[in-house]
């Protein structure tokens, strides 16, 4: 069975999944709000390359502003936008719906909370999205390395599931369908999936986006490797205490080898695997490259999920709050960009202790 596809958000994430779906012939149309990169996929085609090599593609693509000159309704509609414009970008979908249209999301945070009010949970899938990637200019995405997939010999780079738990068939026809951008697999757990990668998002996310470094210089310097330690413990405590199975990114370290390495002892162990060798392909998380685009990020759908989630469940998130005032500082143009980020988060956080 042929599918029709559209992809709306055609950032790192959509982009490489609709490209990948594209260039193994399925019949996907890229829907973005960037007109230099829709008119550039359109003209020249998509770049997809990096750590899987160099692929160009040609791709559909059509600027929302077209959205509504499209003709039809879509079997799946990936909704890849950032987390603040869900919402927005579902309802311009709306009618290219039908009663069994899929809407899936690989993004970050947990839109499937957004999305399924508006379309119905019996419609709604998730996707886990594990890979790293960057798009600095039109038509041209660039796949990195991160520390968790440079731990498996096969790189994991998609997880499918439905609310519910259950392997549905359509779960299977996705895991398919997205394969041709990597190894994809089906999730009986969305829920703990999405706040496990919940973790590596505020971990790195803010601190590489207040900093300026990349991703696997956050890993390597002392006092940022404290401080994404402290997040991604803080982003644990909370998701279990919520009564989901979050799991520790780095390998078989627990959440005590983490509180551990945060300690004034710390883990030889973690530290090496955390400040290990650089990727081949070195990269910026997607907090960070929004940054230096100038856009707004998605701190309050990150770190800042934790921290209420934290404040509703009586945890204290105090690295979680600070990194969200920091960010939220830098946003505004009140603090630049830069490694004194932070101490003022480490000030913070003595304060509110």
């Not at 069975?1 to 055609?10: L, W, Y």
């Not at 379309?119 to 790293?132: D, E, F, K, N």
């Not at 999730?187 to 790195?204: A, F, P």
Request: net charge negative; charged share 20%.
């Amino acid at each position: 069975m042929a599918f029709r596809i559209a992809s709306i958000g055609v950032g790192a994430i959509g982009g490489t999944l609709a490209g990948f779906m594209s260039k193994e012939g399925e019949d996907v149309l890229l829907i973005d709000s960037w007109k230099d990169h829709v008119d550039a996929m359109n003209n020249r085609g998509l770049t997809l390359d990096g750590i899987t090599g160099e692929h160009k593609v040609e791709v559909k693509a059509i600027h929302t502003d077209q959205i509504p000159a499209i003709e039809g309704t879509f079997d799946i509609v990936v909704v890849a936008v950032k987390s603040y414009d869900t919402q927005e970008a579902v309802r311009r979908m709306l009618p290219y719906m039908r009663d069994d249209t899929w809407v899936i999301s690989p993004q970050n945070s947990i839109n499937e909370l957004r999305i399924a009010p508006l379309v119905g949970a019996s419609r709604t899938l998730g996707c886990i999205t594990t890979i790293s990637a960057g798009i600095y200019e039109p038509a041209h995405i660039t796949r990195t390395g991160s520390v968790s997939q440079s731990l498996q010999k096969e790189p994991l780079c998609f997880k499918v599931g439905e609310l519910h738990g259950e392997i549905t068939p359509r779960v299977e026809k996705i895991v398919d369908l997205f394969s041709s951008a990597g190894k994809t697999v089906p999730t009986q757990d969305l829920w703990g999936e999405r706040w496990s990668k919940m973790v590596t998002n505020c971990m790195v996310n803010a601190t590489a986006a207040m900093t300026g470094m990349m991703s696997h210089e956050v890993r390597a310097n002392k006092v940022s490797r404290m401080q994404i330690l402290n997040l991604a413990i803080e982003t644990i405590k909370v998701g279990r205490a919520l009564g989901y199975n979050v799991v520790p990114p780095m390998g078989d370290f627990s959440l005590e080898d983490m509180e551990k390495a945060a300690g004034t002892n710390g883990h030889p162990e973690l530290d090496k695997v955390l400040s290990g060798e650089p990727p081949a392909v070195p990269g910026r998380p997607s907090m960070a490259q929004d940054v230096i685009k100038g856009r707004l990020t998605e701190i309050e759908y990150l770190n800042g999920m934790v921290s209420d989630k934290g404040a509703e469940m009586g945890i204290n998130t105090p690295y979680s709050n600070a990194v969200v005032e920091v960010l939220k500082a830098v946003e505004s143009g009140e603090f630049e960009v830069g490694i004194n980020n932070l101490d003022r988060v480490a000030s913070i956080v003595g304060a509110s202790v």
